[in-house]
């Protein structure tokens, strides 16, 4: 089953903001016990989040822009099913939540989905560690670690005097009558050629198109394609040369105040940033070219938990905001903030620089310096890039993981575990994941 990103954004009433802020808090300070809602309850939801993007953020100016409430959802399947399960759950819920949102439509249940679906912008570029796992076939494969743990526990002296064959045997009689696991998807295994194809077959028609290999019209496409390049080139570094980068430290404000606190407390954490896009339709169709290229990568190449060698995000996403003024980025994420940027830093420096050089805090508050688009600068510079990453922050008023003990290669392991129950060679291997 697919996984999909849902991002839905309203505006919020200005007399409502407080009283819808007052509402949310209290769920996210105790999100497994509150009685008001139990996300646990929908098992085709990963992770959610409710945060308030105020209008001025991130610049310090007051642009006059209304206070947006953003929803996020990393749901298995359709999003118009989620929605409605959502509704016909918890209707209390959504429609205390909306009703203090513009354009609200009352609490009849269809008009209200539709109304959550129109303002679903779902995502520019979006990644998934492990697609086709549910989260039903995510908690599942941790109880059947945990079964085959406490059995090995508890018979630990006996097993050690077998060999790896006859403990396979006796687990998998121990746990009897066991789901096969779901074929992983086909551009898990097929992505990554298909995407060097692509690369290949792309790379053949602009250089035999150039040489009038493929006939005239390739050739006056190959050569358009070449000009429109030297073009981006110049207009990149005329734009690159004009930006001043951001020095500002981050500072110790209640919102950062509020951010730290809930930071590094569990395994998992969440990421929100909400930066300004530079002026102009040379920075906007760049940002969403490369977002483009980023989604690509992340259905046909990222697919194995590892996106650039960064294995510890287990959904992201980059959403160009309504008004195509500002850029959403969400993570969940393994580890500390301080790793997490770090493992950008040294991994993904190249696409990390290429989305964010596009952005800014505000008016000459601009990423690091960069050249090239990513090629050099960025966020190399470790401490600007950090402070800059920071200041672009907001705090979540809600935020769930239906697995938060799990890292992203937790999931990976256990899954191998699942899959080795129905396979006898290389148990050795199988049994060190164990």
């Given at each position: 089953m697919q996984q999909n990103p849902m991002t839905v954004i309203t505006e919020i009433l200005p007399d409502q903001l407080q009283k819808l802020e007052a509402y949310l808090a209290p769920i996210g300070t105790d999100i497994k016990n509150n009685p008001v809602i139990k996300f646990s309850n929908y098992q085709q939801l990963h992770y959610c989040t409710f945060f308030v993007i105020p209008g001025k953020h991130?610049?310090?100016?007051?642009?006059?822009?209304?206070?947006?409430?953003?929803?996020?959802?990393?749901?298995?399947?359709?999003?118009?099913?989620?929605?409605?399960?959502?509704?016909?759950?918890?209707?209390?819920?959504?429609?205390?939540?909306?009703?203090?949102c513009k354009d609200y439509p009352g609490n009849n249940a269809s008009?209200?989905?539709?109304?959550?679906?129109?303002?679903?912008?779902?995502?520019?570029?979006?990644?998934?560690?492990?697609?086709?796992?549910?989260?039903?076939?995510?908690?599942?494969?941790?109880?059947i670690r945990e079964r085959i743990e406490a059995y090995i526990d508890a018979n630990r002296a006996e097993l050690a005097a077998k060999q790896p064959a006859e403990i396979?045997?006796?687990?998998?009689?121990?746990?009897?009558?066991?789901?096969?696991?779901?074929?992983?998807?086909?551009?898990?295994?097929?992505?990554?050629?298909?995407?060097?194809?692509?690369?290949?077959?792309?790379?053949?028609?602009?250089?035999?198109?150039?040489?009038?290999?493929?006939?005239?019209?390739?050739?006056?496409?190959?050569?358009l394609a070449l000009i429109a390049g030297v073009a981006f080139a110049v207009l990149l570094r005329w734009n690159e040369m004009r930006d001043k980068q951001d020095d500002k430290p981050w500072t110790v404000s209640e919102q950062m105040q509020a951010i730290q606190r809930v930071e590094d407390r569990q395994l998992q954490n969440h990421l929100t940033s909400v930066i300004e896009i530079k002026p102009g339709w040379f920075r906007l169709t760049t940002l969403k070219i490369v977002l483009a290229g980023i989604n690509l990568v992340a259905k046909l190449v990222a697919t194995k938990g590892d996106l650039s060698g960064i294995v510890t995000i287990h959904f992201a996403r980059w959403v160009i905001l309504p008004g195509n003024k500002r850029l959403l980025f969400m993570s969940n994420y393994d580890g500390s903030w301080e790793n997490y940027l770090g493992e950008f830093i040294d991994h993904a420096s190249v696409g990390l620089t290429a989305v964010w050089s596009n952005t800014q805090l505000g008016k000459d508050r601009g990423f690091p310096d960069t050249q090239w688009l990513a090629l050099r600068g960025g966020s190399r510079d470790e401490q600007r890039f950090k402070n800059f990453a920071r200041n672009s922050q907001l705090a979540e008023l809600?935020?769930?993981?239906?697995?938060?003990?799990?890292?992203?290669?937790?999931?990976?392991?256990?899954?191998?575990?699942?899959?080795?129950l129905f396979s006898t060679t290389n148990l050795a291997a199988w049994l060190r994941c164990l």
């Open positions: 991130p610049s310090e100016v007051d642009t006059g822009e209304p206070a947006l409430l953003a929803f996020e959802a990393n749901i298995d399947g359709e999003v118009k099913q989620f929605i409605n399960d959502l509704i016909a759950g918890n209707p209390e819920f959504v429609n205390t939540v909306y009703g203090c008009q209200l989905a539709d109304y959550l679906l129109k303002n679903d912008h779902g995502a520019n570029a979006f990644y998934v560690a492990h697609p086709g796992q549910t989260r039903n076939t995510i908690v599942e494969q941790r109880q396979h045997a006796d687990i998998v009689k121990h746990l009897g009558a066991i789901n096969k696991p779901t074929p992983q998807p086909f551009l898990n295994s097929a992505g990554q050629m298909i995407f060097n194809g692509l690369l290949a077959a792309l790379g053949i028609l602009l250089v035999g198109g150039f040489f009038g290999v493929f006939g005239p019209l390739v050739e006056f496409l190959a050569v809600v935020w769930y993981s239906a697995y938060i003990d799990l890292s992203v290669k937790n999931v990976a392991n256990n899954r191998a575990i699942h899959e080795g």
